[in-house]
């Protein structure tokens, strides 16, 4: 558990001496527990556990996902991502609760690849992302997710929004599911 509060958050990062690289610590991992209140920075991704809940925190400075999960259920909800290079959050597999949280930056947001197991619930965030806010990587689920509530802002490409369209979704940047 890494518990921090709000005005005084556990900071995990590279040294203040230099300036950090999103490469500096290789893989973070964490199989189970709670991210509450910590400001992480300059790694390659974070892999976490379906018993885990990560809450209230800031992610940045990061080189491939700031938070991973593989046929994992975590919770994630009230943070803020910025800096990713790649993407913020990568569901391979798992039916994670993603809510409430504001994407910032220059990859991509949320990817997902439901490997015919997964059902994500994503609900209520903001995405401003220069990359493609919500990618799914394969339509062969057999059970379907939900999208509801979450802005898509600019860079919700005209292809998602056909497949948005097709799948029962309204139009524009909400989705309402």
Request: aromatic share 10%.
């Amino acid at each position: 558990m890494v518990w921090g509060t709000k005005e005084q958050p556990v900071e995990i990062r590279s040294e203040e001496t230099r300036p950090g690289s999103p490469y500096d610590f290789n893989v973070i991992k964490m199989d189970e527990g709670i991210i509450s209140h910590v400001k992480m920075s300059n790694y390659r991704k974070f892999l976490v556990g379906g018993n885990t809940t990560i809450r209230e925190s800031e992610f940045e400075t990061v080189g491939e996902c700031a938070v991973c999960t593989k046929y994992a259920s975590p919770s994630i909800f009230k943070n803020v991502f910025k800096g990713s290079l790649r993407t913020d959050i990568l569901v391979v597999g798992g039916s994670p609760k993603i809510n409430d949280n504001q994407f910032l930056g220059v990859g991509e947001g949320i990817t997902v690849d439901p490997k015919r197991f997964g059902a994500p619930i994503i609900y209520h965030n903001n995405f401003e992302v220069g990359g493609v806010a919500l990618k799914v990587l394969t339509g062969s689920e057999e059970v379907g997710g939900a999208v509801e509530r979450s802005w898509l802002g600019a860079s919700l490409p005209s292809l998602f929004q056909s497949l948005a369209k097709s799948r029962g979704l309204n139009q524009g940047g909400f989705y309402d599911g």
